[in-house]
C-alpha cells in the first residue's frame, strides 16, 4: 500500500499519496476527496485509506499528478458515457438520458469549463439550486440521477476516484397529488368520446387503468375472445433518435409487473368486436390506400396508420377544451381508474396488480389519501374495542 496523508487547499481536503516510481524516485500525487474542511475529517481519513488500497503507480514518463480525468471536460466524458449505456438500456431510457444530458445539463457546465477531474460536489450544488429556479425538484432529482450514474461509472472504469454526487444533498422531493375524473365524469367523458378516433384509448386508460404507451401498444393478438382476456405485452412509446422524435414499439412494458393479463369484460368485448369489424371494413373500401403495416394494432385511423402517442395526449387535451370538460392529463385517466376502484372498495394491492405497479409503495403513495375505506374500518375497530354502540359504528357507512 502507498503511503499518504491529508492536506488542507482552498478550503477542501486533498489525499495526497506518497510512491516511489520504477527508478526509485519518491513522487507524490494529489486527489481532492470533494469535502470541505470542517467536518469531515473521518469522512475523508475513510476516503484516503481507499484510495491508498486501490492506487497504482503510473507508468515511468506519465505525468505526474496530473490524473487522466483531468484531459478531458466533463460534457466531453457524458457524451463518451452516453455512447457506452446506448448499448446496455432500453431505447426510451437512453433517449431521456440524452436529453436530459443535451439540456440543460451540456450548457450549464460547457460555460463552466469543468474537466471531469476537477469537478466538485459544491459544482453540481450550484447546479441544482440554479435549475431550481425554473423547474420542480422531482425534476431536478431526474437530472441528479443521471449524473450520479454517469459519475459512478468513471469510479468503476477508475478515471476519478470518488463520485462527487454522493456528497450531494438531492431537493426535496415535491408531493404529487393527481388529478383525476369521478365516475359521473368518467361516464359523461365515455358518452361524448363515442365513435371518435380517441374513443379507444380513452376507454382503456380509464376503465383498465393503461398507459398511453399500453393503450396505442395494444394489438388483436393480444386480445383472447373465446377466454375473454386481455394481455398487456407490447408499447409504444415517442421517443427521441438523432434530434428526431419517432415512434419505438416494442416488445416489453415498463416494468415485469406491467406485463399484465386483465379480464375482457362484456363491454369492451362489443366495443373491440365492433371496432375489429370496422376496420376489416375500411381495409375493404379504402383498397391499396389502406395501410397495411398495423393491421394487428387495435388503435388507428381510418386509414390503418396506427395512431401516436402524442397524438392521443394533444387531441385529448382539445377535446375536453371543445367539450366543456374540465382540463386533465390523458394520465390522469388512469389515476381516475384508481380513484373508482379505491371508493368501490378494492385493496391497494389488487389495484396495484390491476395497474401494473412494480411495487406497493409506487400505488400506496399515489393513493393513499383517496383511501378512505381503510380508514373508516381503523374507525370502525376503534369503536368497537371501545364497546362503543353497533349504532354508532353502522353510521360510518352512511354516505
Known sequence: MVAGHLQEKGGQLYAVLSYKDRNGKRCTKWITTGLPVKGNKKKAEAILMDLRKKFVPPEVGETKNQPLSDGISFVQYLDKWLDIVKTTIKPSTYSSYHSIVQYPIRPYFQEKGLTLGGLQASDIQEFYLNQLKRVS???????????????????????????????????????????????????????????????????????????????????????DFVNNTITINHTVATIEVDGKEIDLASDTTKTKSSLRTLPLVPMFKELLLRKQSEQKELRRVCGKAYNTDYLDYVCVNQLGVR??????????????????????????????????????????????????HSDFSTTANIYAHLDFHSKVSSAEAMLTGLGLKATEVESLRVE
Open 137 to 223: 425538484p422531482n425534476t431536478v432529482i431526474h437530472y441528479h440521477a443521471v449524473i450520479h450514474k454517469a459519475l459512478r461509472y468513471a469510479v468503476k472504469t477508475d478515471l476519478i476516484p470518488v463520485n462527487p454526487a454522493d456528497k450531494i444533498d438531492r431537493p426535496r422531493k415535491n408531493s404529487f397529488t393527481p388529478s383525476f375524473y369521478d365516475s359521473k365524469e368518467i361516464n359523461k367523458l365515455f358518452e361524448a368520446v363515442e365513435g371518435t378516433l380517441l374513443e379507444m384509448p380513452v376507454k382503456l386508460a380509464a376503465f383498465y387503468g393503461l398507459r398511453r404507451s399500453e393503450c396505442i401498444g395494444l394489438r388483436w393478438s393480444a386480445i
Open 307 to 356: 395512431i401516436s402517442p402524442d397524438y392521443v395526449t394533444d387531441a385529448f387535451r382539445q377535446f375536453l377544451q371543445q367539450h366543456g370538460f374540465r382540463v386533465i392529463r390523458f394520465h390522469d385517466l388512469r389515476h381516475s381508474c384508481a380513484s373508482i376502484l379505491l371508493a368501490n372498495g378494492v385493496p391497494m394491492k389488487q389495484i396495484q396488480e390491476w395497474l401494473g
